[in-house]
């Protein structure tokens, strides 16, 4: 099994290639700097490294890197600086979702492949009733005035609810949307909901970066949790317990 990883420079795009390198899966990486991945990544003779701006890439060169790629994953994200925010591409995980998507039709894959999203709690799925305060919807309605990173995130995800969509024969997605990302060294337990749980603007939970990235490859390499979760838009959390061997996710 191959998956392609783009932002697996990014801190959770680098725990998500380690958790499916652990689990004897082949892993292409796209990154702008290969020198940003730990050392004991980049000698892994599991994972080709493809060092590119994702909206660089021809259309030619997107169909060719995932071709027979069964998942590919993003973790692409704005820099937390002025020009990261404000600056361009303003759309980076819309563009770059939307052109692989393309590229993966384009290839016309015997087998749909997997299209696993790294979102935010802050956005709503607007397949469901997910009910928000009136205060909450005028926060966020500021945050798409003043936060350019939060409308690119609420697009990405928009356009493979609606141009993807449920039926879509050579493309099935999961858009994962985890609350307030914190680093921790170890996969801890934590839980999957399938909306919100608490207010990601007034009583926002945490999440570690390596359990969003064990909870992605889990999607891409165990049929159960993909079958229960593609086409949605789960929401994950901490949960607050000790350390575990084997994390748990429902």
């Known amino acids: 099994m191959t998956t392609l990883v783009v932002g697996a420079s990014g801190a959770t795009g680098q725990h998500l290639v380690s958790q499916l390198l652990k689990q004897g899966q082949h ?12 050392v ?36 692409l994200g704005h820099n937390l600086t002025f020009k990261g925010i404000y600056g361009q591409p303003r759309k980076l995980v819309t563009d770059a979702t939307r052109r692989l998507c393309n590229a993966i039709i384009v290839n016309t894959p015997t087998k749909a492949v997997k299209y696993i999203l790294m979102n935010t709690s802050g956005n709503r799925n607007r397949d469901l009733e997910e009910p928000i305060s009136f205060t ?13 990173p939060h409308v690119d995130n609420e697009k990405a995800a928009d356009y493979l609810r609606t141009h993807i969509g449920q039926n879509n024969q050579f493309v099935k997605w999961c858009a994962v949307r985890p609350d307030g990302l914190i ?57 607050t317990s000790m350390i575990v061997k084997q994390a748990k996710y429902r």
Request: hydrophobic share 45%; with cysteine.
């Open 136 to 148: 909450h919807k005028c926060v966020i309605g500021l945050l798409r005035l003043l936060l350019p």
């Open 40 to 75: 004991s990544l980049r000698n892994e003779n599991r994972l080709t490294i493809i060092e590119a701006s994702i909206l660089d890439l021809t259309a030619a060169e997107m169909v060719e890197y995932v071709a027979d790629c069964d998942a590919v994953a993003s973790c």
């Open 183 to 239: 680093d921790e060294d170890e996969v801890t337990a934590y839980e999957i909901h399938p909306s919100p749980i608490r207010s990601a603007i007034f009583n926002a939970g945490k999440v570690s970066r390596i359990n969003v990235a064990h909870f992605m490859a889990a999607l891409i390499v165990d049929d159960d949790t993909w079958i229960k979760w593609k086409g949605q838009m789960p929401v994950i959390y901490n949960e």
């Open 27 to 38: 892993v292409r990486a796209i990154v702008r700097n290969a020198e940003k991945l730990p």
